[in-house]
């Protein structure tokens, strides 16, 4: 599996952005895929933005338009930059990758937006 840390995490304010990081053991262009998931309380996780070993990125549709997914395959690291960031965005936030062994998850880190 592939050890995944994430960094970036904080609170806030409505209409602010920030930028998640997530670095990974292995070499990221081998990889299937890199993503973030999110989990706020009480709620499933759910996908937030996706990358694939090509570059095609997907979001979900509650972030599309205002967050990107990146990386830096020199680094091992992959980014999410959120930007006018709601209340609802509220949520643990995870790295995820996926390689030939299967997925692998980070601890995640908490991202709060105050309203």
């Known amino acids: 599996q592939v050890h995944l840390v994430e960094s970036g995490g904080g609170l806030v304010q409505a209409g602010g952005s920030l930028r998640l990081s997530c670095v990974a053991s292995g070499s990221i262009s081998s990889f299937n895929a890199m993503g973030w998931f999110r989990q706020a309380p009480g709620k499933q996780r759910g996908l937030v933005a996706m990358?694939?070993?090509?570059?095609?990125?997907s979001y979900a549709e509650s972030v599309k338009g205002r967050s990107t997914i990146s990386r830096d395959t020199a680094k091992n690291t992959v980014h999410l930059t959120l930007n006018n960031l709601k209340p609802e965005d509220t949520a643990v936030y995870y790295c995820?990758?996926?390689?030939?062994?299967?997925?692998?998850w980070g601890q995640g880190t908490q991202v709060t937006v105050s309203s």
């Open positions: 995820y990758a996926h390689t030939g062994e299967g997925p692998s």
């Open positions: 990358i694939a070993r090509g570059g095609e990125t």
